[in-house]
């Protein structure tokens, strides 16, 4: 019994045939437990990284590459390397594919697509999608955008 952690925006806009914006009763406001809200405020064209589990804790977020998320340049910075639990990505075009440490090349890697929205928490969520390599959560160190078919392996 796996849960979906994503949220696919893409496939609740299509089955409810509305606006996304409109399924937000009250977008201003900060609610536990939930993505939604941070999703629904987030400004297009960027992803954004969260220390807490339902996009709780804002790290930082970002239009551009940060390949090294310890450091003092770029969106992510110092005490944000190896402590996101939770994701949005609302890019305009791509997906982002996130690294196991800093320097945006490691072989660890996954993925996360526009079209899924968010992932609530990366607890459960695997390097390579494999056990074997441990936990995304807390782990991740640097990021680049990328297009839609140069990831292996896709947060599901
Ligand atoms: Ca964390
Ligand atoms: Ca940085």
């Known amino acids: 019994m796996r849960k979906r952690k994503f949220g696919s925006a893409a496939a609740v806009a299509a089955l409810t045939g509305v606006a996304i914006l409109g399924l937000a009763p009250n977008a201003s406001a900060e609610t536990?437990?939930?993505?939604?809200?941070?999703y629904e405020n987030a400004v297009s064209g960027y992803m954004s990284a969260y220390d807490k589990i339902n996009c709780d804790g804002f790290l930082g977020m970002a239009k551009g590459n940060d390949?090294?998320?310890?450091?003092?340049a770029g969106s992510f910075q110092g005490?944000?390397?190896?402590?996101?639990?939770s994701l949005v990505n609302k890019g305009t075009r791509s997906e982002v594919k996130?690294?196991?440490?800093?320097?945006?090349?490691?072989?660890?890697?996954?993925?996360?697509?526009?079209?899924?929205g968010f992932v609530?928490?990366?607890?459960?969520?695997?390097?390579?999608?494999?056990?074997?390599?441990?936990?995304?959560?807390?782990?991740?160190?640097?990021?680049?955008?990328?297009?839609?078919?140069?990831?292996?392996f896709l947060a599901v």
Request: hydrophobic fraction near 30%; include cysteine; aromatic fraction near 14%.
């Open 79 to 85: 005490n944000d390397i190896f402590r996101a639990s």
């Open 67 to 72: 390949k090294n998320w310890g450091d003092n």
């Open 32 to 38: 536990p437990g939930t993505c939604w809200d941070n």
């Open 120 to 152: 609530r928490d990366l607890r459960d969520d695997y390097w390579l999608g494999d056990k074997t390599f441990g936990s995304v959560n807390n782990s991740i160190g640097s990021h680049i955008w990328v297009g839609r078919t140069a990831c292996s």
């Open 98 to 116: 996130f690294f196991l440490g800093s320097g945006a090349n490691s072989n660890f890697h996954i993925c996360l697509t526009r079209a899924e």
